[in-house]
């Protein structure tokens, strides 16, 4: 069964702190993505990678970051949280080529107090 | 151009109807469209997906209608069901750059009373 995972489902962090964010895929897929996920705007695309060490800003970049060091693993950074960065994040990935499908995560829903 | 609007919001239907969602999209250099279902507390999962060269795709009780020329899609689920209750998203897909990306509707919350 292919598998994307999140490594937790829950956040609690202050306003100002780090925060990493990980998912990893086990499906050898070449391209990563991170969304977030707001009632009413739908999924947006924060940033995705479609190789090892490369990434594309999306939609709304602006406050993350992302690391991409093994084909696996991608990470969502927010380099100093802010109230308005709480919300549901949605790691995805599909295999390289078009349309391809998309394999979700299960979700990270943090909250920044 | 790289929005697709979805509507409507959210949706109530009684169990044995028909629940219609619509699409629309600017950018002409998409050429896959699907949908996604996402149950509370879960990920979105493919549902069914069209490409521009058919006009409609059936699985089972779930239809994609696709007009090129209007550049609308929509999903009909036909004799709904209360286990069908979840949120739908759909999609379009296209190179950019190189680089296939999906850019999702804002989503529709359907309900399906017993």
């Known amino acids: 069964d292919v598998k994307v995972t999140q490594s937790s489902r829950y956040l609690v962090k202050r306003t100002g702190e780090k925060v990493f964010l990980e998912c990893v895929q086990d499906?050898?897929?070449?391209?990563m993505f991170w969304y977030r996920q707001d009632p009413g705007l739908g999924l947006r695309l924060i940033y995705f990678?479609?190789?090892?060490?490369?990434?594309e800003k999306g939609d709304i970049p602006e406050g993350y970051s992302v690391s991409r060091e093994k084909k696996e693993r991608f990470s969502l950074i927010l380099e100093s949280a802010s109230t308005n960065q709480t919300s549901m994040y949605l790691c995805?990935?599909?295999?390289?080529?078009?349309?391809?499908?998309?394999?979700f995560g299960q979700g990270t829903r943090l909250t920044v107090v | 151009q790289q929005q697709v609007k979805q509507s409507p919001q959210s949706l109530i239907v009684q169990k044995g109807g028909i629940s219609i969602i619509n699409c629309a999209y600017e950018?002409?250099?998409?050429?896959?469209f699907p949908w996604y279902q996402q149950f509370p507390g879960k990920g979105p999962a493919l549902l069914i997906a069209?490409?521009?060269?058919?006009s409609e795709k059936k699985e089972g009780r779930f239809t994609i209608s696709f007009n090129k020329s209007a550049k609308q899609f929509s999903l009909h689920i036909m004799d709904s069901q209360p286990g069908d209750s979840a949120t739908y998203f759909c999609?379009?897909?296209?190179?950019?750059?190189?680089?296939?990306?999906?850019?999702f509707g804002t989503g529709t919350r359907l309900k399906v009373l017993a």
């Open positions: 950018n002409t250099a998409f050429d896959y």
């Open positions: 995805a990935s599909t295999r390289g080529g078009a349309n391809t499908e998309a394999f």
């Open positions: 990678s479609y190789d090892v060490k490369m990434k």
């Open positions: 499906m050898d897929h070449e391209n």
């Open positions: 069209i490409r521009p060269d058919v």
């Open positions: 999609a379009a897909s296209g190179a950019t750059s190189g680089t296939y990306k999906y850019i």
